[in-house]
C-alpha cells in the first residue's frame, strides 16, 4: 500500500494496538484509532509520536452507525477488537458471538459498502489449532478450537475468506501466537509473562494451572506490530500468516528465567490444570519469514528482562 495510506486501527489503545498504531505513525501512515474510550490528551502525547497524523474516534464495534464513521475515507483496516478471553469465553458464548462474530460480518459488509478492499484480522495462533497433530503447528494444521474464543476466530477467519471469493475484498489473517510486552495488563488471568513478573516482584506466589510443564510460544509486541507493518506491505497471494517467535517455552521455564532476572526463588503455587488448555502450542512461522520477509528479532530473555525493568521503573515512581 500506498506509504500514506490511512489506516482504521480498531481496538487502537488496547496493549497490541498502542504498539501497531505506533509503528504504523513510524512507517509515516496516517492513522485513525477506534476504540470505546479515549485516553486524555497528556497521555496521547506521551504515548506517541507524530500526533498530526493520528485521529481518534470513540464508539461502540457493534454499531453499525459507528463503524461507517470511523471507516469513511480510509483505505484500509486493523481489525484487533476483541470483547472475550479464552480463558472465559465458554461462559460468554451468545455474548462472544453476538459482540466479535456478528460485529465482524457487520464490518465486512460496511468495508464492502464504502469498497474498502484490505483487511487485516488478528485471529488467534494459540486456540484456533486445538490439540497439536504435529509440531511446530503450520497453517494447513487442522483447527479444532477448544474455546468458544477460539471457534468465533475461526468463524471470522471463514467470513473473511467468503467475502474475498464473493466481493474480491482481501483480508490477510495473522494467528498470533502469545504477545508479551511492556504496557501489558499484569492484573488479570490473561498474559502469563507480565503477570508472573508482577507476582515475583511483589513478593506473591505464581499461580499455574496445571503441572508448569504447558508449552506456549512467545513473542514480543514489536516483533507483533513489526508483523503487522510487513503484512499490510504485503502485496502476495497467501491470506494466512502464523506469527510467533517459532519456539515453545514452559511455564517452569518462564519462572526459572524471571528468578535468574531477580536473582531469588520465587514461590509457585499450582492448581487443578483447565480442559480447555492445549498443551503444546509451537507455531511454525517459516511461511511468514519467506513471504513476507519477517522475522522476530527479541529473544524471551531479553524481552522478559524489560518486562521486569518496567515493573521496576513503576513500582519506583
Same mark, same amino acid.
Given at each position: 500500500?500506498?506509504?500514506?495510506?490511512?489506516?482504521? %486501527?480498531?481496538?487502537?489503545?488496547?496493549?497490541?494496538?498502542?504498539?501497531?498504531?505506533?509503528?504504523?505513525?513510524? *512507517?509515516?501512515? *496516517?492513522?485513525?484509532?477506534?476504540?470505546?474510550?479515549?485516553?486524555?490528551?497528556?497521555?496521547?502525547?506521551?504515548?506517541?509520536?507524530?500526533?498530526?497524523?493520528?485521529?481518534?474516534?470513540?464508539?461502540?464495534?457493534?454499531?453499525?452507525?459507528?463503524?461507517? *464513521?470511523?471507516?469513511?475515507?480510509?483505505?484500509?483496516?486493523?481489525?484487533?477488537?476483541?470483547?472475550?478471553?479464552?480463558?472465559?469465553?465458554?461462559?460468554?458464548?451468545?455474548?462472544?458471538?453476538?459482540?466479535?462474530?456478528?460485529?465482524?460480518?457487520?464490518?465486512?459488509?460496511?468495508?464492502?459498502?464504502?469498497?474498502?478492499?484490505?483487511?487485516?484480522?488478528?485471529?488467534?495462533?494459540?486456540?484456533?489449532?486445538?490439540?497439536?497433530?504435529?509440531?511446530?503447528?503450520?497453517?494447513?494444521?487442522?483447527?479444532?478450537?477448544?474455546?468458544?474464543?477460539?471457534?468465533?476466530?475461526?468463524?471470522?477467519?471463514?467470513?473473511?475468506?467468503?467475502?474475498?471469493?464473493?466481493? $474480491?475484498?482481501?483480508? %490477510?489473517?495473522?494467528?498470533?501466537?502469545?504477545?508479551? &510486552?511492556? &504496557?501489558?495488563?499484569?492484573?488479570?488471568?490473561?498474559?502469563?509473562?507480565? %503477570?508472573?513478573?508482577?507476582?515475583?516482584?511483589?513478593?506473591?506466589?505464581?499461580?499455574?494451572?496445571?503441572?508448569?510443564? %504447558?508449552?506456549?510460544?512467545?513473542?514480543?509486541?514489536?516483533?507483533?506490530?513489526?508483523?503487522?507493518?510487513?503484512?499490510?506491505?504485503?502485496? $502476495?497471494?497467501?491470506?494466512?500468516?502464523?506469527? &510467533?517467535?517459532?519456539?515453545?517455552?514452559?511455564?517452569?521455564?518462564?519462572?526459572?528465567?524471571?528468578?535468574?532476572?531477580?536473582?531469588?526463588?520465587?514461590?509457585?503455587?499450582?492448581?487443578?490444570?483447565?480442559?480447555?488448555?492445549?498443551?503444546?502450542?509451537?507455531?511454525?512461522?517459516?511461511?511468514?519469514?519467506?513471504?513476507?520477509?519477517?522475522?522476530?528479532?527479541? $529473544?524471551?530473555?531479553?524481552?522478559?528482562?524489560?518486562?521486569?525493568?518496567?515493573?521496576?521503573?513503576?513500582?519506583?515512581?
Amino acid at each position: 500500500m500506498d506509504k500514506r495510506s490511512r489506516f482504521l %486501527v480498531l481496538g487502537g489503545f488496547g496493549f497490541i494496538g498502542r504498539h501497531t498504531v505506533r509503528a504504523l505513525l513510524k *512507517a509515516g501512515h *496516517a492513522v485513525r484509532v477506534f476504540d470505546r474510550s479515549a485516553p486524555s490528551l497528556d497521555v496521547l502525547e506521551q504515548s506517541f509520536d507524530n500526533l498530526e497524523n493520528l485521529e481518534v474516534v470513540t464508539g461502540d464495534f457493534t454499531q453499525k452507525q459507528d463503524i461507517t *464513521a470511523a471507516l469513511k475515507d480510509c483505505d484500509g483496516c486493523i481489525h484487533l477488537v476483541t470483547t472475550t478471553l479464552p480463558a472465559s469465553s465458554n461462559d460468554k458464548k451468545i455474548f462472544d458471538v453476538q459482540t466479535n462474530l456478528i460485529g465482524t460480518i457487520q464490518l465486512l459488509e460496511t468495508m464492502r459498502e464504502l469498497d474498502i478492499k484490505k483487511l487485516v484480522f488478528l485471529s488467534s495462533g494459540g486456540t484456533v489449532y486445538g490439540n497439536p497433530v504435529y509440531l511446530p503447528i503450520d497453517e494447513k494444521h487442522p483447527t479444532n478450537p477448544r474455546s468458544s474464543y477460539g471457534i468465533t476466530k475461526l468463524s471470522i477467519e471463514k467470513y473473511c475468506a467468503l467475502f474475498n471469493q464473493l466481493y $474480491g475484498m482481501k483480508s %490477510v489473517i495473522i494467528r498470533l501466537s502469545n504477545p508479551y &510486552g511492556p &504496557g501489558q495488563s499484569h492484573s488479570g488471568i490473561q498474559g502469563a509473562i507480565p %503477570v508472573f513478573a508482577a507476582k515475583a516482584l511483589s513478593g506473591q506466589p505464581i499461580e499455574i494451572w496445571g503441572d508448569g510443564n %504447558v508449552v506456549r510460544d512467545y513473542i514480543y509486541i514489536d516483533d507483533v506490530a513489526e508483523a503487522i507493518i510487513s503484512v499490510i506491505n504485503y502485496a $502476495g497471494n497467501e491470506t494466512v500468516f502464523n506469527i &510467533g517467535h517459532g519456539k515453545g517455552t514452559s511455564l517452569k521455564e518462564i519462572v526459572s528465567n524471571i528468578e535468574a532476572v531477580i536473582n531469588r526463588t520465587v514461590s509457585v503455587n499450582y492448581l487443578e490444570s483447565r480442559s480447555l488448555d492445549v498443551q503444546t502450542n509451537i507455531l511454525d512461522i517459516s511461511k511468514a519469514r519467506n513471504e513476507l520477509a519477517w522475522q522476530p528479532a527479541m $529473544g524471551l530473555d531479553r524481552g522478559i528482562r524489560r518486562v521486569l525493568d518496567e515493573l521496576q521503573e513503576k513500582k519506583s515512581d
